[in-house]
Each structure stands twice: as structure tokens, then as C-alpha cells.
């Protein structure tokens, strides 16, 4: 048997460790997606594409290949949605992930991430990050990424591209959306799910501009609130019997316990929210508003009911009132 010094493998990982791309290197040599969430501040109303029209001369300029880019907002309005574009960008050999971010107040950010290559899309590590206080900072600095550097991307597209995702044509992925409540609420429990801080899963949704650069101690005591507040909430309007879900458990599991319901709570843009469920969109309704949209998920049959009418609000604990005023009408 032949046996391999401990010298040899230590020296061995830590070439393999070297090897791997910097953000950098990997943005110079491969096809990039730019998911952009923007503000429409009063000091600088353009929409995202505006905005993308403005920078993209710019990735090109550094020696990017940009292939596509999205709206941020849209990419994670669900997780059948995210779970869609992820495979999709597996399936163009998507490399990178370029989040750009612009604040209400008008700041700027960019940040390069390595396509994780899962659902999650982008995972916490190693990025290359900026931020500007105008526009012409932001291009000036993402053009400085390429400087003295030789970029291996060649063939770039010297526009802009937003191309449509199979599959995503409504934003619905033929998700069951019905506008009634479910029945048999007073005969299976619902259960109601307690989330930590964002893992892996919820990575991506931290880059959204109306949440990006929150202070982790304010992001764990609204949700600390946010807890405390469901309880409070379903405790005193809430008749039939609940589960708060604090462990993940498969949908049998579930059944077996008599949780045949899940609260699902969607939050973005109105607009969004209401085509992907099939609602039209009300005049006077500002479409580009965040609200908070709450509907129960029947397990058995994998149904999603959203009540008999629109009741999102901006405020979470509206917007969950409005919604148990619709599925317990007797209370």
C-alpha cells in the first residue's frame, strides 16, 4: 500500500484553494446576468432599465459579457419563479451574478458574486463590491475592473438584452391560484412558519433596495417582532386551531400531524404580486408600491387560495388581518 505524506496533500488542497477564480477573473471569462433593483427616487426618477441603459457600456467597457439582465424584484416573487431562472441560467452557463442596486436617496452599489449554480443563485462569500454616490462613479468604477487585465470574453453584445424566460410568460408558472378561501379550515390545523435570518435560500432576497444595507441587529429584531406580532395576531383573531412551524418537515409529515394548510406570505411590487396571482390591476393603484401579500397553501392538492379579494398592504399585520378577515368571515 502506498501511502502519501501529509506534506504532499496539505500542499495539494492548497493549490486546488488557488485555483479557484477570483470574482474578477471569472467576470473577465464568462457570461454574466445583471439582476437590478432600483428605487424610483425623486432625485433621480428613471426606471431600471434607464438605469441599465446608463451602465452597460460599462460592463462591456471592463471586459464583461453581460448576456441578460432582470429585474431583481420579479426574479424572486416566489420560489417556483427563482427556482425557473435559476435553470435557466444553468442551461446558458451563466458564470456570474452582478447585483446593482440603487437606493432611494440615490446611492449606488454593484456587487459580483459566482453563479452558485443551484436554486439559491447566489450564495454569502467572496464578491467584488462598490458603491457610488452618482452615476458617473458607479460606471467610472465598474470600468476600472477590467484595467490592465486581459478579459477572454469576446463577441459581446453592445446593447442591453431582457430576454423572456420559458415558462415565465404571466410570472404564474401555472401556480393554482384561486380567489376563494379553502374549506375545512375549522377541521385542519394551519401552520404558520417561523423564520430565522436569511440563509442561503433567502441570500438573494437581502439585495432588494428597499431592505439592502440594513443593520443585522435592526433585521433580527423586526423579525423578532414579526414572531411576536403573528402570535399576538393569531391568538386574539384566529378560531381555528395552528401549528407554529419551527422545523422544516416534509408535506407527509405535515398531513400526518393534521397540517393540511400553510400560511405563504409574498412580498414586491403590487403589480407584480397581483399578475403573478391573476388579478388585474386596479386603476389608481400605484404599481410599483412594496406591499405584503398573505394566502394559504392546501397541501393535498397543492392549491393556493388568496381570498375572494385584494387585501395586500405595505404594513404586514394589515395585510394579515385583511386576509383572516376573509378566510374566517364568521369571526
Keep these: 500500500m502506498k501511502y502519501i505524506s501529509l506534506t504532499v496533500l496539505i500542499s495539494f488542497f492548497s493549490l486546488v484553494s488557488l485555483a479557484q477564480p477570483t470574482p474578477v477573473e471569472q467576470f473577465l471569462d464568462g457570461k454574466s446576468v445583471v439582476l437590478v433593483s432600483a428605487a424610483l427616487a425623486e432625485t433621480a426618477p428613471i426606471t431600471w432599465k434607464d438605469l441599465v441603459e446608463e451602465v452597460h457600456p460599462s460592463f462591456v467597457e471592463a471586459g464583461g459579457d453581460p448576456v441578460a439582465y432582470f429585474d431583481l424584484e420579479e426574479v424572486i416573487l ?13 442551461t446558458r452557463q451563466i458564470r456570474n451574478i452582478i447585483l446593482l442596486i440603487r437606493k432611494a436617496d440615490g446611492r449606488l452599489f454593484c456587487h459580483i458574486y459566482p453563479f452558485s449554480g443551484n436554486r439559491n443563485i447566489i450564495s454569502p462569500g467572496n464578491n467584488w463590491s462598490i458603491k457610488a454616490a452618482n452615476l458617473e462613479d458607479l460606471k467610472e468604477q465598474i470600468q476600472s475592473i477590467g484595467l490592465n487585465k486581459r478579459s477572454e470574453n469576446f463577441l459581446v453584445i453592445e446593447v442591453p438584452e431582457y430576454p423572456s424566460i420559458p415558462g415565465l410568460e404571466n410570472n404564474s408558472l401555472g401556480n393554482n ?3 376563494a378561501p379553502p374549506l375545512n379550515l375549522d377541521v385542519f390545523k394551519l401552520g404558520i412558519l417561523l423564520t430565522g435570518a436569511a440563509g442561503n435560500e433567502d441570500f438573494l ?3 432588494r433596495q428597499d431592505i439592502y444595507g440594513k443593520d443585522p441587529n435592526q433585521v433580527e429584531a423586526e423579525q423578532l417582532a414579526q414572531k411576536e406580532g403573528l402570535e399576538q395576531i393569531f ?5 381555528f386551531e395552528t401549528e407554529f412551524l419551527t422545523t422544516a418537515k416534509s408535506n407527509q409529515e405535515l398531513i400526518n400531524d393534521k397540517v393540511q394548510f400553510i400560511l405563504m406570505r409574498q412580498e414586491g411590487r403590487e403589480a407584480d404580486l397581483m399578475r403573478s396571482m391573476g ?4 386603476q389608481g393603484k400605484n404599481p410599483d408600491k412594496i406591499v405584503v401579500k398573505y394566502y394559504i397553501r392546501f397541501l393535498v392538492r397543492n392549491e393556493l387560495y388568496i381570498g375572494e ?4 398592504s ?8 385583511n386576509f383572516l378577515d376573509q378566510i374566517t368571515p364568521e369571526n
Design 205 to 207: 432576497n437581502t439585495f
Design 314 to 321: 405595505p404594513d404586514w399585520k394589515v395585510a394579515l388581518r
Design 279 to 282: 388579478v388585474p390591476l386596479d
Design 177 to 179: 391560484y384561486i380567489q
Design 235 to 239: 391568538n386574539a383573531e384566529y378560531p
Design 78 to 90: 416566489s420560489e417556483g419563479i427563482k427556482n425557473t431562472y435559476a435553470s435557466h441560467f444553468i
Design 309 to 312: 379579494k385584494w387585501d395586500a
